[in-house]
């Protein structure tokens, strides 16, 4: 028999919504009279960056980039390698991460040094779920739509194996 998890609501969409609306009045105020370069960490943020994007009125750009460190597994392997860098440029550029969770704080943390690196303007991190309880290594969240539990979780972006990215709502995992 195959292990099959069954999701349990944790955040219903209409509770996304308002935080992703709030996320971007709070974008909004901090980057007026600016251009930033929202970076979406693929997969999992694409369907946090386009709502957010959508409730965002203020010229800007995006980008992808595409990290691994999880593969299969409900745990990080602690090992992240970049699958998909950026393309644009981020020197002198107002930077801003848009990222679905933050769990131990190991891919994030790789991700910032890395875009450090190529001297943004200003860096800012937003992220739709905090998963503190977890965290190995410190992050500097500035944007933030929820503090999550230590559950694994799924839906609106998130997934496991691949998996349930396509619920609309986030959701825990019950063994």
């Known amino acids: 028999m195959v292990f099959q998890p069954q999701p349990k609501i ?13 996320l971007a009045r709070d974008i909004e105020r901090d980057y007026q009279g600016k251009q930033p370069l929202l970076i979406s960490v693929l997969k999992g943020s694409f369907v946090f960056m386009a709502d957010l994007i959508r409730q965002l009125d203020l010229p800007l ?23 998909q860098g950026a393309k644009t440029p981020i020197k002198d550029r107002d930077i801003l991460v848009v990222e679905d969770i933050v769990d131990t704080g190991i891919t994030i943390s790789f991700l910032l040094d890395y875009l450090k690196k190529k001297k943004p303007a200003s860096l800012k991190l937003c992220v739709l779920t905090d998963k503190p309880s977890r965290r190995r290594v410190p992050v500097p969240i500035d944007y933030l739509g929820f503090t999550v539990p230590n559950k694994f979780i799924v839906g609106y972006g998130l997934d496991f194996d691949e998996r349930f990215r396509n619920l609309p709502h986030i959701y825990t995992l019950e063994d």
């Open 10 to 22: 944790l955040i219903s969409r209409d509770e996304i919504a308002k935080a992703v609306d709030r």
């Open 61 to 83: 750009e995006l980008e992808f980039i595409r990290l691994s460190s999880y593969g299969a597994a409900r745990e990080s392997s602690g090992k992240v390698r970049v699958v």
